[in-house]
C-alpha cells in the first residue's frame, strides 16, 4: 500500500479503493486507514469488474501462498499492474512481469528478468542478468551478483549474498544474511556464511 501511496505522490496514477480479504470478520474494519471491502467474490460485481489488483502477501513458511491467491481470482492478467516505488533505480533494459513489486531503494540493473507476483523488498540489489521466477520473494538488503537464477516460489531471506551465476532452486529458502557460493537444489532450505543446505535430524529416543 505505501508503494501505491508513493506512486500516487510522485504523480497521481491509482484512486485506491481499499483491501480484500476472504475473512469474514475483517469486512467493514479498516486497514492503514483503507476500507477492508470484502472477500475476493466482490470482483465479479460490476463496480469492482474493472478495478486493478495487487498481492501483496508474503510468508516463508507459505512461499507459494501469492499463487495460491492468484489462481482464485478470476480476474485478467491485465488487470496486475506491477508496482514500482519512485525511489527504485530500475534499469530501461528489464523485463517486470505483471503484478510483481519493487519498494522503495531497490536497484535492478540492465538485462535483469522478472516474473509474476515477485516481491524485490527494500534497497534490494538485483545485478545484470539476473533471473528471478513467478512469486518469488527477495527481502530487504539482499544483493545478487551478475547472472544469477532464481527460481519460481524461491524465500531469499533478509540482507543475503548470492555470488554471481548462482542458481537458486524452485520453492527454495535462503536464510537471512547468508552468503550463497553454490547452486541450491529445488525445495532446499540454506543458511550460513557459507550458505549450507539444512539437513534432516531425526531424534533419537531410549526408553525404559
Keep these: 500500500m505505501e508503494c501505491i501511496e508513493a506512486v500516487n505522490e510522485d504523480r497521481k496514477q491509482w484512486n485506491i479503493l481499499g483491501f480484500v480479504d476472504d475473512n469474514p470478520a475483517l469486512a467493514g ?20 469488474r474493472n478495478c486493478r489488483v495487487a498481492i501483496g ?42 503484478g510483481s513489486v519493487l519498494f522503495s531503494g531497490t536497484f535492478l540493473s540492465g538485462n535483469c528478468t522478472i516474473g509474476t507476483h515477485t516481491l524485490v523488498l527494500q534497497g534490494a540489489v538485483i545485478s545484470h542478468d539476473t533471473n528471478i521466477g513467478d512469486w518469488a520473494t527477495i527481502c530487504a538488503g539482499v544483493a545478487t551478483g551478475g547472472g544469477v537464477q532464481i527460481g519460481n516460489g524461491a524465500f531469499i ?12 532452486g524452485r520453492g527454495s529458502r535462503v536464510g537471512l544474511g547468508s552468503v550463497v557460493l553454490r547452486d541450491v537444489g529445488d525445495g532446499e532450505t540454506v543458511s550460513g556464511i557459507p550458505a549450507r543446505k539444512h539437513e534432516h535430524r531425526i531424534a533419537l529416543k531410549t526408553g525404559t
Design 29 to 48: 474494519t479498516s486497514i492503514l486507514d483503507y476500507p477492508v471491502l470484502g472477500p475476493a467474490a466482490i470482483f465479479a460485481q460490476p463496480a469492482y
Design 157 to 168: 531471506g533478509l540482507g543475503a549474498r548470492i555470488f554471481p551465476n548462482v542458481r537458486i
Design 57 to 98: 502477501v508474503a510468508n516463508d513458511r507459505d512461499i507459494f501462498v501469492r499463487e495460491r491467491i492468484r489462481k482464485s481470482l478470476e480476474v485478467a492478467s491485465e488487470r496486475l499492474p506491477a508496482i514500482i516505488h519512485p525511489s527504485a533505480v530500475v534499469s530501461k533494459r528489464r523485463q517486470i512481469g505483471a
